[in-house]
């Protein structure tokens, strides 16, 4: 894995070429990973995704919570080298593997001296470094993340905070001295909750490691997951963030995988972060909410919404489209009233359709986003996003809808809703 | 849309089986030319569930079935006026047909209640009482505006018997002419009767005597796969398209299991809906020729293989059943791909039967199809006896063992009917 650095101003974000193995093509960061649940994109199959959303090979963000089932199988596959992307459908991607999923919420506790618990469709499993390494020696993703305990958030006590950073420094040391038994590249975890000082102790201990150990750092434990991500408090984030990045050297990249709001994702852009995920994308779609946001400079001074919530019975008889002037499928040919009506009848085909919305929209977020970096105006896109033309500043949390379209609501023979 | 003069619905006959009584036709509607004999999806609440449009075009579906019960409640037909139809409102551009909501209130409903004014039934919603007479399905539809529509019907129960059944057929020919009267877009949409009549040769006889003579585009045959055994089921089937005419499309309702397809169109049905093919997707089930593999049974974990290796659909050229074991029923997006494959393979058998009646070599594909989907397992006696009255006789049981030792490699992943 190799990443070089193609632009840089200070708290106007960077640009760079991610290169993650040969024969495979550069991304270009800030990059948005596609999340996946079960090794699948969420409610989209391949085909659809490559129909409908985009034709470009993505970096495919996998998750060991929803996938650790597979591993067997894996196992079997990988013998005749065809890797873990071409087994969910999708030949020739890139793939990362996270162990937790940033779409959901994960349980606090179960954290054990030597065992890093995995919450799982089955339930809580327990993960030993020794477990994790061969999971990852069967599953082969192109880049892994260290096993870290990142069970903080910002209510978190000082004393579980400093936990964190010493399982994840005991866990790590395991993984180091056994990254040569995998041939993929590892990504030094940074934990620490919001505390400076933890913080720093987790960088000096990949610091600690010869600089070719590891090629890129993942930032966690600043929330757990799910919804949570949507509604933190970027006032308490980014001092924290903005001490660690100080700390770190230019030429690795840095993820802050969960699903940070539109305008955080820009703020911690703008203190030089570089590989996001789509959960907030997933998050916004399963809570029946359409991405209205608005990110062109050139935008008409009109007042944009965050997003377009489809459960709102004024949709009922509105026949006009998700977000006027966007060309994704969902768009072009379905309304609001129509989507309103797979809300209110529970059809799978709603959340279908607001994927392909939602994940439309925020790649071409992401291409604004690496554009106006080239062109040195993020401050000016994040101040578009903050405010939306508006006068004050907008509010992109999620709240949870009652009415998730679960497993339970899919008819008989879905397995009851788990978690 | 085509020029008024031409008629919402025209049918012709474009081969027919020498041996058989099956038939290929070319039904035009104003949506689409659909090719038959036809499979028709169900698509319940104005989608069919986990796929799009556009999915199914690539398949080649031309017909989609709506339900007029599950649309009237919701959106509900004021919607479904200003969005200027169900086409529009769900952005499907091919045909579209609607039952009468009269099969759901029966099904679904306990408090339904028959008399000679309609179906009065509880809402689920509000626990209003509502009443479905032939005029206000026949207006729902009209709103809805599908190619093809059906009269409200009186059913009962297919394992009822005595006087009740008789009733049914006679209310069912008077709901008919209110339905025909109540009809407001005869140039846009087709009426079809639906024959009804129990179990009983002279009712259906007399039933089918009397739907002729109104003036309509096509027939349904209703009121059976509802737990009637095969036996009285196909002579059922038998009797109407014997006396059916030729030149009208004839529509079974709710068949859809791939064995009682084929014998169906042996017996001169033109068209078929069912759920299955897509409920049984989403318990983690895809059809293949023997049958359906259950996907989630523990076999299929290592499994690398794909389906079925002939299919064409996105969900066999990119998956394997492995895969597929993992996600079934889990993940949201196996309802879609197992929905993509079932539904495809439900068109291309329909495909195949197509071709060979126009190739005029039905029987033998008939044959082929039976030894292929049975593998070692008898074929059912009804299976035997209504194709046999239809002149296809199927090879007897010692030489088509013969047959199966030689072929037992291949059909080691047997029929597994959950």
């Known amino acids: 894995m190799k990443f070089v650095i193609e632009s840089l101003t200070k708290n106007g974000g960077r640009l760079g070429q991610l290169h993650i193995k040969d024969g495979a093509p550069e991304q270009r960061t800030p990059l948005l990973m596609q999340t996946t649940k079960g090794g699948s994109i969420p409610c989209l199959s391949a085909d659809v995704f490559e129909s409908h959303v985009t034709r470009k090979p993505q970096v495919l963000q996998f998750t060991l919570s929803t996938i650790d089932q597979m591993t067997e199988a894996l196992a079997q596959w990988n013998r005749a080298d065809r890797g873990l992307s071409d087994y969910v459908g999708f030949p020739g991607h890139l793939n990362v593997l996270l162990l937790r999923d940033p779409c959901e919420m994960t349980p606090a506790g179960g954290n054990d001296r030597d065992i890093q618990p995995l919450f799982t469709r089955r339930g809580k499993e327990s993960l030993s470094p020794q477990r994790y390494m061969e999971m990852v020696a069967s599953l082969k993703p192109d880049i892994y993340q260290g096993l870290c305990d990142a069970d903080t958030n910002a209510d978190s006590s000082k004393k579980r905070v400093q936990k964190s950073v010493d399982r994840t420094e005991k866990f790590m040391q395991y993984i180091y001295e056994n990254k040569s038994k995998v041939e993929s590249a590892l990504l030094a975890p940074i934990v620490g909750g919001y505390n400076t000082f933890a913080r720093t102790q987790s960088i000096k201990h990949a610091h600690e490691q010869p600089a070719d150990s590891y090629g890129g750092y993942v930032f966690e434990g600043f929330h757990t997951n799910g919804l949570a991500a949507t509604t933190l408090d970027a006032s308490k984030l980014l001092p924290i963030v903005q001490h660690c990045v100080g700390q770190l050297e230019e030429g690795k990249p840095r993820m802050v995988p969960g699903a940070y709001t539109p305008l955080t994702t820009l703020e911690l852009i703008g203190l030089g972060m570089d590989l996001f995920d789509t959960s907030y994308a997933y998050c916004a779609a399963v809570n029946f909410k359409a991405l209205t946001f608005t990110f062109a400079q050139d935008a008409d001074a009109v007042v944009h919404v965050p997003f377009l919530d489809i459960t709102d019975d004024a949709n009922k008889e509105d026949f006009t489209p998700l977000l006027k002037k966007c060309d994704c499928l969902s768009c072009k040919k379905h309304t609001r009233a129509y989507l309103h009506h797979l809300y209110k009848t529970n059809e799978l085909l709603g959340p279908i359709l607001l994927m392909i919305h939602n994940l439309h929209h925020y790649l071409a977020f992401f291409e604004a986003i690496r554009q106006s970096i080239a062109s040195d105006g993020l401050q000016q896109l994040t101040e578009l996003v903050r405010r939306q033309n508006g006068d004050s500043q907008v509010d992109y949390g999620i709240a949870p809808n009652r009415k998730v379209i679960s497993k339970a609501t899919m008819g008989k023979g879905f397995a009851a809703a788990a978690v | ?418």
């Open chain 2, 1 to 418: 849309m085509s020029p008024r003069n031409i008629p919402p619905l025209t049918y012709k006959v474009v081969a027919e089986c020498s041996v058989s009584k099956a038939r290929a036709g070319l039904m035009t509607l104003r949506h689409s030319e659909v090719n038959t004999p036809v499979f028709m999806p169900v698509g319940t609440q104005g989608t069919l569930k986990g796929i799009l449009p556009d999915q199914l075009i690539e398949l080649n579906c031309q017909i989609l079935l709506g339900n007029t019960y599950h649309l009237g409640l919701r959106p509900g037909i004021e919607t479904l006026r200003l969005a200027g139809g169900l086409h529009k409102f769900m952005g499907w551009p091919r045909a579209i047909l609607t039952d009468s909501g009269g099969f759901q209130m029966v099904s679904l409903l306990q408090l339904a209640e028959i008399n000679e004014k309609g179906v009065n039934f509880r809402s689920p919603f509000d626990n209003s009482e509502c009443m479905l007479t032939p005029e206000h399905s026949i207006q729902i539809q009209n709103a809805i505006g599908a190619d093809i529509m059906m009269q409200l019907d009186d059913v009962v129960k297919t394992t009822t018997t005595g006087p009740r059944v008789e009733e049914a057929m006679e209310r069912t020919i008077r709901w008919v002419d209110r339905c025909i009267e109540a009809h407001a877009r005869d140039d846009d949409q087709s009426l079809f009767p639906i024959v009804q009549g129990g179990l009983d040769v002279p009712l259906r006889q007399r039933c089918v005597s009397a739907l002729m003579e109104r003036q309509v585009r096509g027939f349904a045959v209703g009121g059976l796969s509802g737990g009637e055994s095969k036996h009285d089921f196909w002579r059922m089937v038998d009797v109407c398209t014997d006396h059916l005419p030729r030149d009208k499309p004839r529509y079974l309702m709710g068949v859809g299991f791939a064995a009682d397809l084929v014998v169906c169109v042996a017996l001169g049905i033109d068209m078929f809906d069912c759920v299955f093919p897509t409920r049984t997707a989403r318990f983690g089930c895809a059809l293949v020729d023997s049958g359906q593999l259950n996907l989630k049974q523990p076999k299929y974990k290592l499994d690398l293989e794909p389906i079925d290796k002939q299919c064409e659909c996105s969900t066999c050229k990119r998956y394997t059943r492995s895969y597929l074991h993992h996600i079934a029923t889990n993940e949201s997006v196996s309802c879609s791909l197992l929905s993509i494959h079932n539904v495809a393979y439900q068109l291309r058998l329909m495909r195949s039967m197509r071709e060979a009646i126009q190739r005029d070599e039905f029987p033998k594909f008939v044959i082929d199809f039976m030894a292929r989907h049975f593998g070692k397992d008898p074929i059912p006696t009804w299976i035997q006896e209504a194709l046999k009255a239809v002149n296809i006789e199927l090879p007897p049981a010692e030489e088509k063992q013969e047959k199966e030792t030689i072929k037992q490699e291949k059909h080691e992943q047997a029929i597994e009917v959950s």
